[in-house]
Nanobody, 114 residues
């Protein structure tokens, strides 16, 4: 049974940082391109960042503007999202998923407020 568990969310002030984790189980993690998404109530889910199977190629949505870094440790079956210089508009539930959309985590809440 495939499972993703996200962690690391919380309340942070504008300009602050958070590091999200996505721990996978029940799958050959290194076989999957992985993606971080986010969603705010009333808005469509949006793609944040994507990372290749080996972790050498990564892509970001335009709104990231160099503030976030996606990475993965296949030995630990875990993907990360380091988020710096957070803005109030980054407030959302952040979820991890396989690129093909087959598997999704429950998400972790990130709130950026002073």
């Amino acid at each position: 049974q495939v499972q993703f568990v996200e962690s690391g969310g919380g309340l942070v002030q504008p300009g602050g940082s958070l590091r999200l984790s996505c721990a996978a189980s029940g799958m050959i993690f290194s076989s999957y391109i992985m993606v971080w998404y986010r969603q705010t109530p009333g808005k469509e889910r949006e793609w944040v960042a994507r990372i290749s199977r080996e972790g050498y190629k990564y892509y970001y949505a335009d709104f990231v503007e160099g503030r976030f870094t996606i990475s993965r440790d296949n030995a630990k079956n875990t993907m990360y999202l380091q988020m710096n210089n957070l803005k109030p508009e980054d407030t959302a539930v952040y979820s991890c998923a396989t690129y093909d959309g087959a598997y999704w985590g429950q998400g972790t809440q990130v709130t950026v407020a002073s």
